[in-house]
């Protein structure tokens, strides 16, 4: 089990020294996550095809989330304009 990742000057990182436990979750703003580091963090740890597939899923995580606020927010509208209906009647 990895329980520390450390570097010094890497990439984007003066020194990076993160004491890791048995589950742990790297989290970025989103829009912004491909500023966030955690790619940097996370590459070296796996084989090339091993981080694309986690960062295509990662991605098709987030974009089920923002369907999903979109759909939401298309059903409230849907719900508003159905009661004002029902109430302009």
């Known amino acids: 089990m990895i329980s520390r990742i450390e570097a ?10 993160l004491e890791i436990g048995q589950f742990h979750v790297f989290a970025g703003s989103i829009p912004h996550f491909d500023e ?8 070296p740890l796996f084989d090339e095809d091993t981080f694309n597939q986690i960062a295509k ?8 989330r ?14 508003e304009e159905a ?3 029902m109430v302009g009647n």
């Open 83 to 85: 009661i004002d209906n």
């Open 57 to 64: 899923d990662v991605l098709w995580a987030v974009d089920a």
């Open 66 to 79: 923002d369907r999903a606020l979109a759909n939401e927010q298309i059903a409230k509208k849907l719900v």
């Open 36 to 43: 966030a580091g955690i790619s940097t963090v996370l590459m």
């Open 8 to 17: 010094y000057r890497y990439r984007c990182f003066q020194k990076l020294n």
